[in-house]
C-alpha cells in the first residue's frame, strides 16, 4: 500500500514544508528592516546580510521544494539553517523558567522540521517532481 503512495505523499510532504518557509521568506522580504532588527536584537554580526540570506535561503529553499528541483539540496540546505537558527532564536535555556515553554515548544517544533527535512535530503523529491523528470532522460 505504502509504495504506491510515495509520490503523492513525498509532494505532501515538500509542499506542507514549504508551506512554512515560503510565508517567512517573504515576511522577511516585507519587512526587511524588522527582520534586520530582530536579528540585531540576539546579537549576531552582519544583521543585513544575516537578512538577506535567511530570505533567500527560505523563498528559494521553498521553491525547490514546491517544483521538486533541486530537492535534496535544498532540503538540506533549510535543515541546517532551521537548526542553527532555532540555536539563536529559541534558546529557551537562557529564559527564566517561567519564559521558557514557548520557546521550547518552538525550538522542539524546529527539531522536528529538521526531521522531515533530512528525510527529504535522505529519499529525494519523488516521482512527482522536476528532479525525477530529470534524472529519467
Known sequence: M???LQN????A???L???L???AGIGKLTGFAGTVG???SVGLPMPTVAAAIAAAVEVLGSLALIFGFGTRFAALALAVFTLVASFFFHAYW?????KQMMQQLMFFKNVGVVGGLLALAAFGAGGWSLDARRSSR
Not at 8 to 11: D, E, F, H, I, K
Open 2 to 4: 505504502f509504495n504506491s
Open 8 to 11: 503523492p505523499l513525498a509532494l
Open 13 to 15: 510532504s515538500r509542499l
Open 17 to 19: 514544508l514549504a508551506a
Open 21 to 23: 518557509f515560503l510565508p
Open 38 to 40: 530582530y536579528i540585531s
Open 94 to 98: 537562557s529564559l527564566p523558567a517561567d
